[in-house]
């Protein structure tokens, strides 16, 4: 019964030996209930998000069985391009039925399922990972958006997948121990993900839901071949001490939005930065904003559209670098690889 702490990964910075891999799928964690007519879906917080995908619940009564507990991913495949679109998912989250449903038609989303918790009175969750699969391969019914991840033990092919299906919008690998039990909110599995780096120009920093004595998050940004300043990202985790040095640190460079290259949006906003604000309700997205004179490094996973995917990681300073300097073009820029390949491979 709900709520079911997902078991989760810790991250290693190789694929390891002697393992069952499957590609990391970059969306919603979900642990699916049903029994009967009955659907709940959870998040990876266990909070409950089967309104948002209607369509999702509608594929669970149609192709799962009446009684199970399964546990995926819910991703949502671009309508401009043979990936996943993680930006699509996050527009799912809307406190409006109607928008709601309107989503649900526009950018559906699909369930890709990799482990099976319960089938009608049974509780796998003691039985090794290597039986839950075999369970788990026999019970969905073929030809709807309910999928069952791709799995190998075979090392080579996992690092093969590790390269193609970032180009898919996938974000690593995941390695499982085949003999290990399912063990809620414990991290026992392995993820090996992406990271690269890249300098980027700083052009701001959010205040510390402290208070403005302490830096919350780096503003990134890179040049376009136009010569426009877009903004990609954050960098976010720096100790409190740290933080409050950052102040500081950066108070020579606190300028006006009148000049800035992000004067033009209210508060700083960008039109992403502003849709994300749903998920903080009530929370100040403004902006101290620098001129745009310093460069840092970062690491970042992949990159989505025009942005970081996630929360870029604070590597180093680079006074040798020119701002101007730090356009898209030193990004690396994987291979297109098709979504439905993908899912074919499970």
Known sequence: MPPVDPMLAKSAPRIPADRLYEPKWDGFRAIVYRDGDEVEIGSRNTKPMQRYFPEVVDAVKAYLPAQCVVDGE???????HTGLDFEALLQRVHPAESRVRLLAEQTPGLLVLFDVLAVGD?????????????????????????YVTAQTDDRDLAERW????????LDGIVAKDPSSVYEPGKR????VKHERTADCVLAGYRPH??????????????????????SVGVAASFPMARRRELVTELAPLVTSLEGHPWGASALGRTPREAEQSRWARGKDLSFVPLRPERVVEVAYDHLEGDRFR??????RWRPDRDPESCTYAQLEEPVSYDLRDVLAAG
Not at 209 to 230: F, I, K, M, Q, R
Not at 310 to 315: D, E, G, P
């Open 188 to 191: 026992t599995m392995t993820k």
């Open 209 to 230: 839901t402290s208070g403005p004595d302490a830096v919350g998050s780096l503003l990134l940004g890179l040049y376009t071949d136009d010569g426009v300043l877009a």
């Open 162 to 169: 590790f390269s193609q299906f970032e180009g898919a919008g």
């Open 122 to 146: 049974e509780d796998l969750t003691g039985r090794p990972l290597s039986e839950r699969r075999a369970v788990l391969e026999g019970l969905v019914r073929p030809g709807g958006p309910v």
């Open 74 to 80: 819910i991703v949502v495949a671009s309508q401009e």
């Open 310 to 315: 996630h929360t870029t990681q604070f590597r």
